[in-house]
């Protein structure tokens, strides 16, 4: 059976619990169709997305550039394997070279995959660079508490919370987790065995928690000192959505390894893995002889070449100046609410990647968690999101206009009001 826009909530959920694994907490919506920075589920209820599907919808749904790029893209080939060139990667391995800071890129699928390829280039970096210690290599990843870098093996190592690892020892070895933002518990923790330093820019699941500069400045110095190599995640940060290509760019530091995903796709399933030519020639086969990582749809020519147009509309239609300016507007907007209402405890983002923490405890607040709020906007037609048991999160397509902005905060904040 097809799933027409004819078909009914209930029956697509009874399906789904017939026959999928049920992993997902789901809200009982049923999104059938989208355009731009509205969706309509399967009884035609129309929904404002401040969220674009975890910011993967990264130029809102049904862009006409973006649907343009994979029909035409369909119509030559989708796939051909990787034992052959095509063009659609070399596309967007040209925009994240130019857009980036000159590394050269492996695609894949998803955050967790192009994590896992970032992990496994920074250990044959350590095996190309052994360090002080005789005889042994150095294969240790240092990350941050409350960071998310996926929940593969290693990944969910990476991840600085306890509750990803649940139940699925046996762990891996060689990871360890400090405080986000304390350059000295960072330091403390590289020791003469260990490889590589991952952190988000500006942490996404962690609840939008933005560093002090002399943090990713002190993380480049520290990498550099110990000839370490250092991992930006940039899978919720990257393609725009803090109104630089890339969030690292806010600092002027350069990673040895980016990875990308959510938005780099534009919804499509894109990972990439990019990284600077010192250690990005590890995984050359030319030069190595050997074939060290690889994936067999990854770079799929459907995929690309959304991605890849991706970039062209960012750049043609200056999507981050208007990132920047309307998350601006988004955050004095809400600075000015909470000035005057305690229940909204602080604002934090940077473009269009924004947290805001509510304060369950204010008087007045008919809330005890960020999720009572995002289901009541719901409810009401406005889909955020809630982090880390007190955060809203907004992270809308870069293409929202501001009248759609102050539509979603005029009913987010009535809805904080309890009105
Ligand atoms: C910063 C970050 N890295 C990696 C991942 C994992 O990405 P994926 O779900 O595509 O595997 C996520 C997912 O939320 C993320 O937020």
Not at 70 to 75: E, K
Not at 359 to 364: D, H, I, R, S, V
Not at 383 to 412: C, H, K
Request: proline share 4%; with cysteine.
């Amino acid at each position: 059976m097809t799933t027409t826009q004819a078909t009914k909530t209930q029956e697509i959920i009874d399906r789904e619990a017939a026959y999928m694994t049920g992993n997902y907490p789901r809200y009982p919506i049923a999104i059938v169709r989208g355009r731009g920075a509205k969706m309509w589920d399967a009884e035609g209820k129309e929904y404002l997305d401040l969220f674009a599907g975890f910011g993967a919808g990264v130029l809102g749904h049904c862009h006409p550039d973006l649907v343009k790029a994979v029909t035409d893209q369909a119509n030559l080939i989708w796939h051909a394997g990787n034992l052959l060139y095509t063009e659609p990667q070399t596309h967007l391995a040209e925009a994240i070279f130019k857009h980036g800071f000159g590394g050269r890129s492996f695609f894949c699928h998803s955050g967790a995959d192009a994590n896992e390829a970032a992990f496994k280039l920074a250990r044959l970096y350590g095996k190309a660079k052994p360090g002080k210690i005789k005889g042994k290599f150095r294969y240790k990843i240092v990350s941050a508490i409350n960071s998310f870098h996926g929940r593969s093996f290693a990944t969910m190592m990476a991840t600085g919370q306890e509750k990803v690892r649940h139940n699925f020892e046996p762990f891996l070895a060689g990871f360890s987790n400090v405080p986000y933002n304390d350059l000295e518990a960072m330091k403390k923790a590289c020791d003469d065995e260990t490889i590589a330093v991952i952190v988000e820019p500006i942490q996404g699941e962690g609840g939008i928690n933005i560093p002090d500069d002399a943090y990713i400045t002190g993380l480049r110095k520290l990498c550099d000192e110990r000839d370490m190599v250092l991992i930006f995640d940039e899978v919720w940060t990257g393609c725009g959505r803090t109104g630089k290509y890339f969030a690292h760019q806010h600092w002027d530091v350069k990673p040895d390894i980016m990875t990308l995903a959510k938005g780099v796709g534009g919804g499509l399933a894109v990972g990439v893995m990019c990284a600077g030519p010192r250690v990005a020639e590890l995984y050359d086969s030319r030069k190595q002889g050997i074939v060290a990582h690889a994936t067999t749809l990854g770079g799929n020519c459907v995929s690309m070449a959304a991605a890849a147009a991706v970039f062209r509309v960012i750049e043609r239609d200056n999507l981050l100046a208007h990132a920047a300016k309307l998350g601006n507007h988004a955050m004095e907007r809400v600075r000015r609410f909470a000035a005057k209402d305690p229940r909204v405890k602080a604002v934090r983002g940077k473009g269009l990647f924004i947290g805001i923490e509510l304060n369950p405890q204010a008087p007045g607040a008919w809330f005890k968690s960020a999720t009572e709020v995002v289901n009541k906007c719901l409810d009401r037609g406005l889909l955020i999101n809630g982090t880390q048991n007190t955060v809203l999160r907004l992270a809308p397509s870069l293409v929202v206009t501001q009248a759609e902005m102050d539509q979603g905060l005029d009913l987010l904040e009535r809805t904080i009001r309890g009105e």
